[in-house]
């Protein structure tokens, strides 16, 4: 069973971190969520207190399946950010009854969502490094630095700490070797491998669904959320300017805002 963050009561909403992180990356958000809803956020196997070996989106899809069987949480609406929308697609198609609607945040579901840094992810020995100088960078270095955007020129200065992460970002999540290598190599491998399951999977996806995709993010570009849009019948779509790939500490208001409009309709 996963471990999961649980506050809150109301009508449930289960949030799916990206990759990496945990459930307590998604802090920003709970906190606003928990005054009107049963907030769960897991942490992924591989992540925070989740034990054993990560696995692919699939797979991921039947363990959220079975947390929200074994919390009474059905149907929820599923919130997922980044590599967890392929999760979320998959639970809501092989899982219709558990889902009440879904909030897909700068998520990789398409192929354009994907370059060639993710492909080279999984070459090896090339892979293994990257991953490494890849996790250290988000983890260790590129928060550092985004501690002196304040002394950019103003013009730059908001995209800039837009673009690079903090600590929050990653839940609290340490460094960059043993299992979060690890971790993280499994996952690129299975988004690669998964990828078309997920997008063939869209077209018949039956249930209310938001796209939200920051306008400036740089990892999932939003080309990517319009394409996703446009392949969900019926899909609204919101654009966040000022917002990066992790939407969630850039403007976890008007994220809700999605969210509660998305899990009343």
């Not at 890849?134 to 928060?143: K, Q, R």
């Amino acid at each position: 069973m996963l471990a999961s963050i649980e506050r809150g009561s109301g009508p449930p909403v289960v949030l799916l971190h990206g990759q990496p992180g945990s459930g307590s990356s998604w802090e920003p958000v709970t906190r606003r969520l928990e005054r009107e809803f049963r907030v769960l956020a897991p942490d992924r196997i591989g992540y925070g207190a989740s034990v054993g070996e990560a696995r692919g989106l699939a797979d991921n899809a039947e363990l959220v399946a079975a947390l929200i069987r074994a919390r009474d949480a059905a149907p929820a609406t599923v919130v997922a950010h980044s590599w967890a929308g392929g999760v979320a697609v998959l639970l809501a198609d092989r899982h219709p009854g558990m889902v009440r609607s879904l909030v897909l945040v700068g998520a990789a579901c398409t192929p354009n969502s994907l370059n060639a840094l993710d492909r080279w992810l999984n070459l090896p020995l090339v892979g293994e490094a990257l991953t490494v100088a890849g996790l250290l960078g988000i983890g260790e270095v590129l928060p550092r630095i985004r501690r002196f955007v304040r002394y950019a020129p103003p013009r730059y200065r908001d995209q800039l700490a837009a673009l690079l992460p903090d600590q929050g970002v990653l839940g609290g999540e340490p460094g960059a070797l043993g299992r979060h290598k690890r971790t993280f190599m499994i996952e690129q491998q299975a988004i690669v491998d998964e990828l078309p399951r997920v997008t063939a999977a869209l077209g018949g996806l039956e249930l209310p669904v938001a796209v939200v995709h920051g306008e400036w993010d740089v990892v999932v570009p939003p080309r990517a959320a319009v394409s996703l849009a446009r392949s969900i019948p019926g899909a609204d779509l919101t654009l966040l300017p000022r917002a990066g790939h992790f939407v969630v500490r850039d403007d976890p208001d008007a994220l809700v805002e999605v969210i509660g409009s998305t899990a009343r309709r």
